[in-house]
T-cell receptor, first 114, second 118 residues
C-alpha cells in the first residue's frame, strides 16, 4: 500500500543551525501539508502546498520556515535557524483529492534542538 | 475559529470490552468533516474513521464506530471488542468542507491516551 515516507526519523541539531526535513508523499497526491506536535501539546498545522505554491500557512510558519518541492517526488520543510522551541515531532501529510478529504501521514521526524 | 476538545486525557479498557472516547467541537460552519486518527507508540498517524457532517448516518469501520450528534457538536468514537493493538493515542480532528480559500487544514484535539488491559 502506498505510504508517505519521512526522513530522517530523528534529527538532532544545535540551536541556530539549519535543518531540512524530507517527505516523499504518495505518488499521485497533489496536496501536501506539514504539521508539528510539541510533546504534550496539540498537533498544529504549519503549511499546505499545492501546485508548487503555498496555499495556506499558520502564524507559526514565519520567515524561518520554508517549503519546497524540488522535484516530482520530494517535499521538504526547511528551518533556517533552529530555536529550542522548534523541538517537536514534524509530520508530513498528503491527499489526492479534496473530495476525499483524507490526509495520509508519514511516521514523522522527531527534531531535537540542543 | 474552530476548536476541538477531547476532555479525557487518559482512558483504559479491558481486552474484549467496549470503550467510548469523547470529542466535542465548536464551529459556525454547517458543512465539515470529522476524523479520528490513531497514533500508536511508533508515532505514525493512522486514520481510523471519517464522518461527513451532511450525513446523518454514523460512520462505522469494523470494530470502530462513531456517535455523531451534529446539534450537540459531539463526535465520540466507540471501540468494540478492544484488542491490545488498539492501545494508542487517539486524536479527534476537524476539517472545513469549504474548499474556497484556505480551509483544508486539520484542526486537532489534544488526544486521549487509551490503554488496553489484558
Amino acid at each position: 500500500e502506498p505510504e508517505v515516507t519521512q526522513t530522517p526519523s530523528h534529527q538532532v541539531t544545535q540551536m541556530g543551525q539549519e535543518v531540512i526535513l524530507r517527505c516523499v508523499p504518495i505518488s499521485n497526491h497533489l496536496y501536501f501539508y506539514w504539521y508539528r506536535q510539541i510533546l504534550g501539546q496539540k498537533v498544529e498545522f504549519l503549511v499546505s502546498f499545492y501546485n508548487n505554491e503555498i496555499s495556506e500557512k499558520s502564524e507559526i510558519f514565519d520567515d524561518q520556515f520554508s517549503v519546497e518541492r524540488p522535484d516530482g517526488s520530494n517535499f521538504t520543510l526547511k528551518i533556517r535557524s533552529t530555536k529550542l522551541e522548534d523541538s517537536a515531532m514534524y509530520f508530513c501529510a498528503s491527499t489526492d483529492s479534496l473530495a476525499k478529504n483524507i490526509q495520509y501521514f508519514g511516521a514523522g521526524t522527531r527534531l531535537s534542538v540542543l | 475559529a474552530q476548536t476541538v476538545t477531547q476532555s479525557q486525557p487518559e482512558m483504559s479498557v479491558q481486552e474484549a470490552e467496549t470503550v467510548t472516547l469523547s470529542c466535542t467541537y465548536d464551529t459556525s460552519e454547517s458543512d465539515y468533516y470529522l476524523f479520528w486518527y490513531k497514533q500508536p507508540p511508533s508515532r505514525q498517524m493512522i486514520l481510523v474513521i471519517r464522518q461527513e457532517a451532511y450525513k446523518q448516518q454514523n460512520a462505522t469501520e469494523n470494530r470502530f464506530s462513531v456517535n455523531f450528534q451534529k446539534a450537540a457538536k459531539s463526535f465520540s468514537l466507540k471501540i468494540s471488542d478492544s484488542q491490545l493493538g488498539d492501545a494508542a493515542m487517539y486524536f479527534c480532528a476537524y476539517r472545513s468542507a469549504l474548499d474556497a480559500g484556505n480551509n483544508r487544514k486539520l484542526i486537532w484535539g489534544l488526544g486521549t491516551s487509551l490503554a488496553v488491559n489484558p
